[in-house]
């Protein structure tokens, strides 16, 4: 099976912290993804990474950076954290091919900014 | 930009009944995937059905199944002897064949009451 491990289920961080999400998947998916989930707005891309050191802005980029260095890690960076970032941030990763388009996802981050 | 629309934020379902969850979708392209995905609460979202735009039959997979209509741009979920454990938000999702990049709704909660 398919594992994509995200660091942190909480995290607590304080207004201006520079704050790291880490995704790392297990499957050698080229694919890469972030996002963003919040009551009523669904998901929203934030950022997303065809492969390794390659990124493309998603939906709502903006107070985000991302970071891929190697193939199975996908790491979300926010620069200085502000309290509209407070949300759960979901990563998930796809191959490309026959199966692309399915996305598996790990279990989310749950982040509060204070 | 493709959209796609849940028009139920919440749905409720009697144990061992049928429910259907709507899905709309906006596109210009003909050649796409549709997808169901299923998150139990405090659980890892997951695939629950995939349909490729240019197969005529729906798929389904053991209770999961789809109405899909191509010319209407809708994708329906129709779960069949509701169980306990169907119970999670789901979320429709649009995606074109080359750009690996999906589009999610803003999610329907499923209720099952026992």
């Known amino acids: 099976d398919v594992k994509v491990t995200q660091s942190s289920r909480y995290l607590v961080k304080r207004t201006g912290e520079k704050v790291f999400l880490e995704c790392v998947q297990d499957m050698d998916h080229e694919n890469m993804f972030w996002y963003r989930q919040d009551p009523g707005l669904g998901l929203r891309l934030i950022y997303f990474s065809y492969d390794v050191k390659m990124k493309e802005k998603g939906d709502i980029p903006e107070g985000y950076s991302v970071s891929r260095e190697k193939k199975e890690r996908f790491s979300l960076i926010l620069e200085s954290a502000s309290t509209n970032q407070t949300s759960m941030y979901l990563c998930a990763s796809s191959l490309t091919g026959i199966a692309k388009n399915i996305q598996y996802f790990g279990a989310g981050t749950r982040l509060s900014v204070l | 930009a493709q959209t796609v629309t849940q028009s139920q934020p919440e749905m409720s379902v009697q144990e061992a009944e049928t429910v259907t969850l709507s899905c709309t979708y906006d596109?210009?392209?003909?050649?796409?995937?549709l997808f169901w995905y299923k998150q139990p609460p405090s659980r890892q979202m997951i695939l629950v059905i995939r349909?490729?735009?240019?197969?005529?039959q729906n798929a389904t997979e053991n209770r999961f199944s789809v109405n899909f209509q191509k010319a209407a741009k809708s994708f329906s979920l129709k779960i069949s002897d509701s169980q306990l454990g169907d119970a999670a938000m789901y979320f429709c999702a649009y995606c074109n064949t080359n750009a690996g990049k999906s589009t999610f709704g803003d999610g329907t909660t499923l209720t099952v009451k026992p």
């Open positions: 349909q490729e735009a240019y197969k005529q």
């Open positions: 596109t210009s392209e003909s050649d796409y995937y």
